[in-house]
Protein backbone atom coordinates (compact mmCIF):
# COMPACT_ATOMS: atom_id res chain seq x y z
CA UNK A 1 0.00 0.00 0.00
CA UNK A 2 0.87 3.47 -0.10
CA UNK A 3 2.84 3.70 3.25
CA UNK A 4 5.64 1.81 1.96
CA UNK A 5 6.35 4.36 -0.66
CA UNK A 6 9.45 6.00 0.91
CA UNK A 7 11.54 7.91 -1.99
CA UNK A 8 8.51 10.46 -2.78
CA UNK A 9 7.53 10.67 0.51
CA UNK A 10 3.96 9.46 2.61
CA UNK A 11 1.89 12.47 2.11
CA UNK A 12 4.00 14.57 -0.27
CA UNK A 13 2.65 15.55 -3.22
CA UNK A 14 4.69 14.25 -6.13
CA UNK A 15 5.09 16.08 -9.96
CA UNK A 16 5.67 13.46 -12.14
CA UNK A 17 7.54 14.91 -15.34
CA UNK A 18 4.90 13.74 -17.73
CA UNK A 19 7.14 12.80 -20.56
CA UNK A 20 9.60 15.28 -19.31
CA UNK A 21 9.02 18.81 -19.36
CA UNK A 22 7.11 18.38 -22.45
CA UNK A 23 5.13 21.52 -22.43
CA UNK A 24 8.62 23.69 -22.95
CA UNK A 25 10.61 20.90 -25.12
CA UNK A 26 10.14 17.82 -27.36
CA UNK A 27 8.91 14.82 -25.06
CA UNK A 28 10.77 12.27 -24.71
CA UNK A 29 14.23 14.03 -25.05
CA UNK A 30 17.27 14.36 -22.96
CA UNK A 31 16.21 17.94 -23.02
CA UNK A 32 12.72 17.47 -22.07
CA UNK A 33 14.03 15.34 -19.22
CA UNK A 34 16.81 17.41 -17.93
CA UNK A 35 14.62 20.55 -17.91
CA UNK A 36 12.01 18.50 -16.03
CA UNK A 37 14.84 18.05 -13.52
CA UNK A 38 16.00 21.34 -12.78
CA UNK A 39 12.85 22.39 -12.21
CA UNK A 40 12.36 20.15 -9.71
CA UNK A 41 10.41 17.19 -10.87
CA UNK A 42 10.17 14.76 -8.78
CA UNK A 43 9.45 11.48 -10.83
CA UNK A 44 10.20 11.58 -14.47
CA UNK A 45 7.52 9.75 -16.55
CA UNK A 46 8.95 7.71 -19.43
CA UNK A 47 6.11 5.59 -21.40
CA UNK A 48 8.05 2.95 -22.89
CA UNK A 49 7.37 0.49 -26.02
CA UNK A 50 9.79 -2.18 -27.78
CA UNK A 51 11.47 -1.64 -31.32
CA UNK A 52 12.19 -4.42 -33.63
CA UNK A 53 14.73 -5.75 -32.25
CA UNK A 54 13.43 -5.76 -28.83
CA UNK A 55 14.99 -2.97 -26.68
CA UNK A 56 12.75 -0.72 -24.58
CA UNK A 57 12.82 3.13 -25.62
CA UNK A 58 10.82 6.12 -24.42
CA UNK A 59 7.91 6.99 -26.97
CA UNK A 60 4.47 7.95 -26.34
CA UNK A 61 3.13 7.05 -29.70
CA UNK A 62 3.36 3.42 -31.32
CA UNK A 63 4.57 4.81 -34.82
CA UNK A 64 7.58 7.68 -34.87
CA UNK A 65 5.89 9.83 -37.04
CA UNK A 66 3.90 12.49 -34.75
CA UNK A 67 7.35 13.28 -32.55
CA UNK A 68 9.88 12.58 -35.51
CA UNK A 69 10.88 13.24 -39.01
CA UNK A 70 10.64 9.67 -39.41
CA UNK A 71 7.87 7.16 -40.07
CA UNK A 72 6.67 3.72 -39.25
CA UNK A 73 5.52 1.51 -36.33
CA UNK A 74 8.01 1.81 -33.46
CA UNK A 75 7.94 -2.48 -33.46
CA UNK A 76 8.46 -2.28 -36.94
CA UNK A 77 11.91 -0.26 -36.73
CA UNK A 78 15.18 -1.40 -35.66
CA UNK A 79 17.00 0.45 -32.58
CA UNK A 80 19.36 2.11 -35.03
CA UNK A 81 17.18 3.01 -37.25
CA UNK A 82 15.38 5.14 -35.14
CA UNK A 83 18.18 6.37 -33.16
CA UNK A 84 18.46 8.01 -36.27
CA UNK A 85 15.38 10.07 -36.22
CA UNK A 86 15.55 13.89 -35.44
CA UNK A 87 13.26 13.77 -32.17
CA UNK A 88 13.14 17.67 -31.40
CA UNK A 89 13.05 19.59 -34.99
CA UNK A 90 8.95 19.01 -35.29
CA UNK A 91 8.68 20.36 -31.86
CA UNK A 92 10.81 23.21 -33.24
CA UNK A 93 8.85 24.23 -36.08
CA UNK A 94 5.15 23.50 -34.19
CA UNK A 95 5.67 25.82 -31.33
CA UNK A 96 8.56 28.21 -32.81
CA UNK A 97 7.91 30.13 -29.33
CA UNK A 98 9.33 28.00 -27.59
CA UNK A 99 12.16 26.30 -30.09
CA UNK A 100 15.58 25.83 -29.10
CA UNK A 101 18.44 25.45 -32.02
CA UNK A 102 19.65 22.35 -29.24
CA UNK A 103 16.32 20.71 -29.80
CA UNK A 104 17.05 19.87 -33.55
CA UNK A 105 18.75 16.97 -33.33
CA UNK A 106 17.30 15.37 -29.75
CA UNK A 107 17.30 12.15 -30.20
CA UNK A 108 14.82 9.18 -29.11
CA UNK A 109 16.32 7.67 -26.06
CA UNK A 110 16.04 3.83 -25.04
CA UNK A 111 15.59 3.21 -21.24
CA UNK A 112 19.26 2.74 -20.76
CA UNK A 113 20.23 5.71 -22.13
CA UNK A 114 18.47 7.84 -19.95
CA UNK A 115 19.30 5.43 -16.57
CA UNK A 116 22.55 5.33 -17.86
CA UNK A 117 22.30 9.28 -17.71
CA UNK A 118 20.33 9.81 -14.61
CA UNK A 119 20.98 6.53 -12.52
CA UNK A 120 20.26 6.45 -9.34
CA UNK A 121 19.93 9.94 -8.37
CA UNK A 122 16.43 10.46 -9.86
CA UNK A 123 12.46 8.50 -9.67
CA UNK A 124 11.54 7.11 -12.32
CA UNK A 125 7.64 6.43 -13.02
CA UNK A 126 7.43 4.36 -16.19
CA UNK A 127 4.39 3.48 -18.14
CA UNK A 128 4.34 -0.27 -20.05
CA UNK A 129 2.34 0.99 -23.14
CA UNK A 130 0.47 -1.51 -25.68
CA UNK A 131 1.59 -4.38 -23.61
CA UNK A 132 -0.80 -6.86 -26.11
CA UNK A 133 2.08 -6.20 -28.86
CA UNK A 134 4.91 -6.61 -26.71
CA UNK A 135 4.58 -9.93 -24.78
CA UNK A 136 8.13 -9.87 -23.03
CA UNK A 137 8.10 -6.19 -22.79
CA UNK A 138 7.11 -6.49 -18.51
CA UNK A 139 10.05 -9.51 -18.09
CA UNK A 140 12.47 -6.90 -19.80
CA UNK A 141 11.85 -4.32 -17.86
CA UNK A 142 11.81 -6.10 -14.99
CA UNK A 143 15.49 -7.23 -15.55
CA UNK A 144 16.83 -4.43 -16.50
CA UNK A 145 15.57 -2.10 -12.99
CA UNK A 146 17.17 -5.36 -11.08
CA UNK A 147 20.25 -5.17 -12.82
CA UNK A 148 20.62 -1.10 -12.23
CA UNK A 149 19.52 -2.15 -8.82
CA UNK A 150 17.01 0.20 -8.99
CA UNK A 151 14.22 -2.42 -7.79
CA UNK A 152 15.09 -5.45 -5.77
CA UNK A 153 16.82 -6.32 -2.73
CA UNK A 154 19.30 -3.55 -3.53
CA UNK A 155 16.63 -0.60 -4.65
CA UNK A 156 15.02 2.09 -3.06
CA UNK A 157 11.78 1.55 -2.61
CA UNK A 158 9.57 4.02 -4.03
CA UNK A 159 12.33 5.38 -6.77
CA UNK A 160 10.47 3.41 -9.81
CA UNK A 161 6.46 3.10 -10.05
CA UNK A 162 5.05 1.52 -12.73
CA UNK A 163 1.92 2.57 -14.45
CA UNK A 164 0.11 0.95 -17.36
CA UNK A 165 -3.67 0.95 -18.25
CA UNK A 166 -3.22 -2.89 -19.12
CA UNK A 167 -4.62 -4.38 -15.52
CA UNK A 168 -3.26 -8.03 -16.97
CA UNK A 169 0.02 -6.53 -17.15
CA UNK A 170 0.31 -5.12 -13.22
CA UNK A 171 -1.25 -8.36 -12.04
CA UNK A 172 1.57 -10.30 -13.86
CA UNK A 173 3.90 -7.43 -12.11
CA UNK A 174 2.27 -7.80 -9.44
CA UNK A 175 2.89 -11.52 -9.11
CA UNK A 176 6.35 -11.50 -10.14
CA UNK A 177 7.05 -8.74 -7.24
CA UNK A 178 5.33 -7.64 -3.94
CA UNK A 179 7.77 -4.84 -3.83
CA UNK A 180 7.05 -3.04 -7.10
CA UNK A 181 4.94 0.20 -6.98
CA UNK A 182 2.09 -0.28 -9.19
CA UNK A 183 -0.50 2.25 -10.72
CA UNK A 184 -3.50 1.65 -12.26
CA UNK A 185 -4.00 4.13 -14.94
CA UNK A 186 -8.39 4.79 -16.00
CA UNK A 187 -9.74 7.24 -18.62
CA UNK A 188 -12.94 5.62 -17.10
CA UNK A 189 -12.88 6.16 -13.34
CA UNK A 190 -16.30 6.03 -12.43
CA UNK A 191 -16.55 2.54 -13.81
CA UNK A 192 -13.67 0.68 -11.78
CA UNK A 193 -13.79 -1.14 -8.99
CA UNK A 194 -11.30 0.46 -6.59
CA UNK A 195 -11.43 -2.68 -4.14
CA UNK A 196 -10.51 -4.72 -6.76
CA UNK A 197 -7.80 -2.54 -8.07
CA UNK A 198 -6.23 -2.01 -4.17
CA UNK A 199 -5.71 -5.71 -4.40
CA UNK A 200 -3.24 -5.87 -7.27
CA UNK A 201 -1.73 -1.64 -7.25
CA UNK A 202 -0.96 1.00 -4.78
CA UNK A 203 -2.30 3.17 -6.50
CA UNK A 204 -4.99 4.69 -9.57
CA UNK A 205 -3.93 7.21 -11.87
CA UNK A 206 -7.23 8.85 -13.45
CA UNK A 207 -7.90 11.28 -15.95
CA UNK A 208 -8.49 14.76 -13.50
CA UNK A 209 -11.01 16.11 -15.75
CA UNK A 210 -13.48 12.97 -14.70
CA UNK A 211 -12.80 12.93 -11.15
CA UNK A 212 -14.72 14.96 -7.95
CA UNK A 213 -13.16 14.92 -4.53
CA UNK A 214 -14.98 12.00 -3.57
CA UNK A 215 -13.24 10.12 -5.54
CA UNK A 216 -10.24 11.01 -3.68
CA UNK A 217 -11.47 10.28 -0.47
CA UNK A 218 -13.12 6.70 -1.83
CA UNK A 219 -9.85 5.58 -3.52
CA UNK A 220 -7.83 6.54 -0.24
CA UNK A 221 -10.43 5.20 1.97
CA UNK A 222 -9.02 1.71 -0.15
CA UNK A 223 -5.35 2.43 0.51
CA UNK A 224 -4.57 4.15 -2.84
CA UNK A 225 -2.33 7.16 -4.07
CA UNK A 226 -4.12 9.10 -6.75
CA UNK A 227 -1.63 10.37 -9.48
CA UNK A 228 -3.84 12.38 -11.69
CA UNK A 229 -3.13 13.40 -15.27
CA UNK A 230 -2.45 15.83 -17.48
CA UNK A 231 -2.81 18.45 -15.26
CA UNK A 232 -1.53 22.07 -16.54
CA UNK A 233 -2.94 24.92 -15.15
CA UNK A 234 -2.54 26.46 -12.49
CA UNK A 235 -6.12 26.23 -11.51
CA UNK A 236 -6.76 22.56 -11.70
CA UNK A 237 -3.60 21.99 -9.70
CA UNK A 238 -5.05 24.14 -7.04
CA UNK A 239 -8.12 22.10 -7.12
CA UNK A 240 -6.71 19.01 -6.95
CA UNK A 241 -4.50 19.93 -4.03
CA UNK A 242 -6.95 20.80 -1.93
CA UNK A 243 -8.66 17.49 -2.70
CA UNK A 244 -5.85 16.17 -1.11
CA UNK A 245 -4.31 14.41 -4.22
CA UNK A 246 -1.35 12.32 -4.36
CA UNK A 247 1.00 13.62 -6.88
CA UNK A 248 -0.18 14.71 -10.79
CA UNK A 249 1.27 14.14 -14.13
CA UNK A 250 2.00 17.94 -15.50
CA UNK A 251 4.17 19.13 -19.15
CA UNK A 252 4.53 22.47 -17.02
CA UNK A 253 6.61 20.95 -13.72
CA UNK A 254 7.95 24.72 -13.10
CA UNK A 255 4.18 25.77 -12.62
CA UNK A 256 3.61 22.63 -10.91
CA UNK A 257 6.21 23.25 -7.99
CA UNK A 258 5.29 26.90 -7.46
CA UNK A 259 1.60 25.98 -6.46
CA UNK A 260 2.57 22.49 -4.63
CA UNK A 261 4.93 24.66 -2.41
CA UNK A 262 2.73 27.47 -2.16
CA UNK A 263 -0.63 25.74 -1.48
O1 LIG B 1 0.46 8.01 -17.82
C1 LIG B 1 -0.42 9.01 -17.44
C2 LIG B 1 -0.84 9.66 -18.67
O2 LIG B 1 0.35 9.97 -19.33
C3 LIG B 1 -1.66 8.75 -19.51
O3 LIG B 1 -1.86 9.25 -20.74
O4 LIG B 1 -1.55 9.05 -23.11
O5 LIG B 1 -0.20 10.69 -21.85
O6 LIG B 1 0.30 8.28 -21.64
P1 LIG B 1 -0.76 9.31 -21.87
CA1 LIG C 1 1.91 8.14 -19.95
Redesign the pocket.
Known amino acids: GPSSVTAAGVGKFVIIA ?1 RGASGQAPEHTMAAYQLALDQGADYL ?1 L ?1 IHMTKDKQLIAI ?1 DDTVDRTTNGQGKVNSLTLSEIKQLDAGSRFNQNFPDKAKPYYRGQTILTLEEVIGKFGGSVNYYI ?1 LKKTQQYSEMADKLLRFLNAHQLIGTLGVHGQVII ?1 SFHEDTLKYLRNKSSELILVQ ?1 TDNPWNIDLAKIASYADGV ?1 PNYTKINQKFIETAHQHGLLVHC ?2 VNNETDMIKLINWNVDGI ?1 TNYVDRARIIGTVF
Open positions: HEDHEELGWTF
